[in-house]
C-alpha cells in the first residue's frame, strides 16, 4: 500500500457525509401515530442538515382536522400549509387511506403532495395508495443511516 493512500480524507473519516442540499425550508404535515418515528425522522432530517418545520397529526381525525382548519382559516391566520404530507398509512380509525381519500376529495386540497410511508412493500397497498391519488410511495428504512438519505431526497425533491 502506497503511504498516499494511507492518510484518509475527511470525508472517510465522517459516518455519514453531509449532503448538499437546498436551504429552503420545507413544511410537513406527517400523519403517524407513532411519536417515536416523528422523532427519529426529525432526528435524521437533522443529522442530514435539511431545513424541515413540522405539523404532527397522531390520528385519522386530528389530520382532517387540521387540514379542514386550514381550509377554514384559508390564509387570515398564522397557521402555514404543508408543502408535503408525509402519510403512514398504518393508522387505526381508518388507516392512513382514509386521509388521502379525504385530501383527494377536497378541491382545495387536491394539489397538497402526500408521501406514503409503509412498513411493508405488499403489491395492495402500493397499488391502492397510487390509485387513491398518491404521489409517491416510500418504504420506512429500518437503519437510521437510510433514514437520514430519505429526509435528503425528500427535502431535495420536493422543496424545488
Known amino acids: 500500500m502506497s ?4 492518510t484518509r480524507t475527511e470525508d472517510e473519516l465522517s459516518p455519514l457525509p453531509l449532503l448538499a442540499v437546498s436551504s429552503v425550508p420545507l413544511h410537513i404535515l406527517h400523519v403517524d401515530d407513532s411519536p417515536d418515528d416523528h422523532l427519529l425522522l426529525k432526528a435524521a432530517a437533522e443529522t442530514a442538515q435539511v431545513p424541515f418545520s413540522w405539523e404532527v397529526a397522531e390520528t385519522v381525525d386530528a389530520a382532517i382536522f387540521h387540514l379542514r382548519a386550514l381550509i377554514a382559516i384559508d390564509g387570515k391566520d398564522s397557521l402555514t400549509w404543508p408543502d408535503l404530507v408525509l402519510l403512514d398509512v398504518s ?3 381508518g388507516g392512513g387511506f382514509k386521509v388521502l381519500e379525504f385530501i383527494r376529495s377536497v378541491p382545495e386540497l387536491n394539489s397538497l403532495r402526500v408521501i406514503v410511508l409503509s412498513g411493508s412493500n405488499a403489491p395492495g397497498i402500493l397499488q391502492q395508495a397510487y390509485l387513491l391519488g398518491a404521489s409517491s ?3 420506512k428504512p429500518s437503519a437510521f443511516c437510510d433514514l437520514v438519505k430519505l429526509t435528503a431526497s425528500l427535502h431535495g425533491a420536493w422543496s424545488a
Open 91 to 93: 393508522l387505526p380509525q
Open 3 to 6: 503511504a498516499r493512500r494511507q
Open 137 to 139: 410511495v416510500l418504504i
